[in-house]
């Protein structure tokens, strides 16, 4: 079912290494090539495997087990400390970190001004925050903005 898809993706895009494993697959592309239209492609083709998710970050682009997202381990995380999810600031830039960021796993989720356009709109979906800084410096307002509203 797959290997139409590997061909044609290796025949369209740039990737510099190509990674199977057991338990994931994954790409990284060369900087000419674009990892979300590559991501696009590799969600379609895998839609019919109902619990694969497709992960991206930056030029990584990787297929995994739905249950190995970011999410779920914060969720399992939290359970273990006994952490309501009320008492939990997800933050995330990249497109890898959605699934922790749709306010499911955290009642608070944000990301810097300079996250990836997808993470920004979940985020701000899920009723969350995005800064006004970029990078650390914006996580650093949104861990401040956390601790002051939330945690007191």
Not at 36 to 41: H, I, K, L, S, T
Not at 48 to 60: E, F, I, K, S, Y
Not at 64 to 77: I, P, Q, S, Y
Not at 83 to 93: H, V
Request: proline letters at 6%; a negative charge.
């Amino acid at each position: 079912m797959l290997t139409p898809l590997l061909a044609s993706l290796a025949a369209e895009f740039a990737i510099i290494e190509y990674q199977p494993a057991a338990e994931y697959v994954g790409w990284f592309l060369d900087e000419s090539a674009d990892p979300v239209e590559f991501a696009a492609r590799v969600r379609a083709g895998i839609a019919p495997l109902t619990d694969a998710q497709v992960l991206r970050n930056g030029h990584w682009v990787i297929v995994t087990h739905a249950d190995f997202g970011k999410g779920t381990v914060l969720r399992e995380a939290a359970r273990g400390l006994g952490l309501a999810r009320d008492r939990i600031l997800a933050l995330g830039d990249q497109p890898n970190d959605l699934d922790m960021l749709d306010g499911v796993s955290a009642a608070y989720v944000g990301c810097p001004a300079s996250a990836d356009p997808e993470v920004q709109r979940t985020v701000r979906s899920a009723g969350g925050w995005v800064a006004d800084a970029p990078g650390p410096a914006g996580s650093a307002q949104l861990i401040r903005r956390f601790a002051e509203a939330v945690l007191g």
